[in-house]
């Protein structure tokens, strides 16, 4: 039987919570890929009708996390070498476009925040929660899309967002590699406050690249 539970939110309807709470089972690990999502057993768990566990189950597939597949129904979706080499291909080239936009356009209020937000994230190292971990790291980047004045880019980048969070998160698991992110973080600000695009751009396509090679090898134990 699963532990995870209903995340209640007086504030959202019912079917943004079921769906909330499922996406987070998913995400940690909980329902894990390839396990199949029964409406009834869900329903059951949750303490709802099967009509917002259906809702919520197409709205996974609509991020990726969930496959409809002959005879089994709703499927947690696998993390392939394919989907993530096509996920991450994209979001290198839409980041380094970014912090290109970022060096010439971020403010002093803004680099003050993307400072505040690093510091922010090395405390919730501390702490060891990786959802939380996950959302710092989130906040971080999101600084540096909102840097580049292109409203268009962080609409497209947005719409990336819960499929690069999967890919996050699974990267943050690692322990062994919190260092290393720190380490790309400083060098990163430090090179949009010089204005330093090239250096932006080798550092944000390094800190992808290590971690699409660190998910790869930990797919494989």
Not at 69 to 92: S, W, Y
Not at 178 to 189: A, G, V, Y
Request: net charge negative; charged share 35%.
């Amino acid at each position: 039987m699963h532990d995870f539970t209903m995340k209640i939110n007086e504030y959202l309807p019912l079917r943004e919570v079921v769906f909330n709470t499922l996406r987070d089972a998913i995400l940690k690990g909980e329902l894990k890929p390839g396990e199949h999502l029964m409406e009834v057993q869900l329903a059951n768990k949750l303490g709802v009708s099967r009509t917002p566990i259906r809702e919520a189950i197409r709205q996974l597939e609509a991020e990726g996390l969930v496959v409809m597949t002959p005879r089994k129904g709703a499927v947690v979706a696998e993390i392939t070498k394919e989907d993530l080499t096509d996920v991450l291909e994209v979001r290198k080239t839409l980041e380094k476009f970014a912090v290109e936009l970022a060096c010439s356009n971020i403010n002093d209020e803004e680099l003050e925040r993307l400072h505040q937000c690093h510091e922010i994230l090395k405390e919730a190292f501390d702490s060891g929660e990786l959802t939380g971990i996950a959302n710092k790291d989130e906040e971080f980047h999101d600084v540096i899309y909102g840097a580049t004045r292109n409203k268009r880019l962080i609409q497209i980048l947005n719409n990336l967002r819960e499929q690069i969070y999967r890919y996050r998160l699974e990267y943050i698991k690692d322990e062994g590699k919190w260092f290393i992110l720190i380490d790309e973080h400083d060098k990163l600000i430090n090179a949009i406050e010089n204005k330093d695009v090239a250096t932006a751009k080798e550092v944000i396509e390094a800190h992808i690249d290590n971690q699409e090679q660190t998910i790869l090898e930990n797919l494989k134990k």
